[in-house]
């Protein structure tokens, strides 16, 4: 589902954190503009009303939304179910009316019927679809994963596509494509004014696949939480440009890291099928519960997965909670090589590492046509459940 763009208009800030976290949290990513105005002009497509306190004040501030966003999904939130003010809202242009705090089924509904209008909306461009790549540690091959998905999706759909490098300090998405570029993912959110799509073709380096590439940042210390802000409307401008995102967010859950999973359409979990990054994956998996970044849309990728498993796929599962999206052999040589000359994986012959990137992207594109495969079972672990769980 494509991302929205939503905008809070209240002076509370509490009331402003709560219906944040409710917009990020559903299955259908919803990005926050909170009370800005789009620095690109483009309409939000979400708009929440604080209606608790002047109702007149409510109504006027619904009635001038209106006006300027014909489009746009306006929720009135107020403290009780009044029939006459449910007939103000109504009648000055609100599409649903909400009392405080809302329930999250019927929020969640009202964001999929918004989102229904919208993609039905006549010449409305769909927003890029947003995959989110982030390691349960370091050197788990999340950058490998993200770079050979991202040229496969630029490869098989022949549309625009582009990889971005938000890994903390120091990206390498460049290094593993052979590609030196001028300019990185901080000019980016340093320049937002100037973030049209002029400016962004100066920004970033084409890929002989046809992928984009906005290259990670040259500094240990950006981005940083001070850049949380501004990455998330970068994602958004982006989404407007481009029809497939792919991120490398690095093993870290930091701030910038948190938005772009809020951003996501499905985040893939990069894991290897030892103690040190079961562990970890489980823990990252409970924050990103935590953060109402929504569950429902992580993937778990088993990478470096080599028979025999020193753990078994079923214990790992049970271990996490979550069921094993795809497992990638371990092929040292070919990655090695692959990434030593500068050449993608799935570029660099016929290989059964590039087949199996063929079948991952294949299945990101096509999720229901995508054949049920058997569990993987794996032989019997040197290391017991009993092991793992002794360790958490």
Same mark, same amino acid.
């Given at each position: 589902m494509a991302q929205l763009a939503g905008r809070i208009v209240t002076e509370d800030e509490e009331f402003r954190k709560h219906i944040a976290r409710m917009l990020r949290s559903g299955a259908i990513p919803v990005g926050v503009l909170d009370d800005r105005v789009a620095r690109d002009g483009t309409a939000p497509d979400i708009v929440i009303v604080d209606a608790r306190g002047d109702s007149s004040s409510a109504m006027s501030t619904i009635e001038r939304l209106r006006a300027g966003a014909p489009g746009a999904g306006i929720f009135a939130v107020a403290l009780l179910p009044d029939?006459?003010?449910?007939?103000?809202a109504m009648r000055a #242009? @609100?599409?649903?009316?909400?009392?405080?705090?809302?329930a999250d089924e019927p929020f969640t509904g009202a964001i999929r019927r918004t989102a229904a209008r919208h993609e039905t909306a006549q010449g409305a461009k769909r927003p890029a679809t947003t995959l989110v790549f982030? #390691? @349960?540690k370091g050197g788990a091959g999340t950058t490998t994963m993200a770079v050979n998905t991202g040229v496969e999706l630029a490869r098989?759909?022949?549309?625009?596509?582009?990889?971005?490098?938000?890994?903390?300090g120091l990206g390498e998405v460049a290094l593993f494509l052979g590609i030196r570029p001028r300019f990185t993912v901080l000019d980016a959110i340093d320049n937002l004014h100037r973030l049209d799509r002029e400016f962004l073709k100066e920004l970033v380096v084409k890929h002989k696949s046809g992928l984009d590439i906005l290259s990670g940042s040259e500094h240990f210390d950006r981005p940083a939480a001070?850049?949380?802000?501004?990455?998330?409307?970068?994602?958004?401008?982006?989404?407007r440009q481009y029809d497939y995102i792919a991120i490398d967010a690095g093993s870290q859950i930091n701030s910038c890291t948190v938005t772009a999973l809020y951003s996501a359409d499905q985040m893939f979990l990069i894991a290897n099928p030892d103690v040190p990054s079961v562990r970890n994956a489980q823990r990252l998996l409970d924050r990103v519960r935590q953060l109402g970044a929504c569950g429902?849309?992580?993937r778990v990728v088993l990478n470096r997965a080599a028979e025999p498993l020193p753990i078994p796929p079923k214990q790992i599962e049970s271990a996490l909670g979550h069921p094993i999206h795809q497992m990638f052999p371990s092929d040292y040589k070919t990655v090695s090589t692959a990434l030593n000359s500068g050449v993608p994986l799935t570029l660099a012959g016929n290989s059964e590492m590039a087949s199996q990137f063929d079948k991952f992207t294949r299945r990101v594109l096509h999720p229901k046509a995508a054949e049920h495969e058997a569990e993987p079972t794996g032989k019997r672990s040197v290391l017991g459940l009993e092991k793992i769980a002794s360790l958490w």
């Open positions: 029939p006459d003010l449910i007939l103000q #242009g @609100a599409n649903e009316f909400f009392t405080w705090p809302p982030f #390691g @349960a098989l759909t022949k549309k625009s596509t582009v990889i971005v490098d938000l890994k903390a001070a850049d949380a802000s501004a990455t998330e409307e970068m994602l958004r401008l982006l989404g429902e849309r992580v």
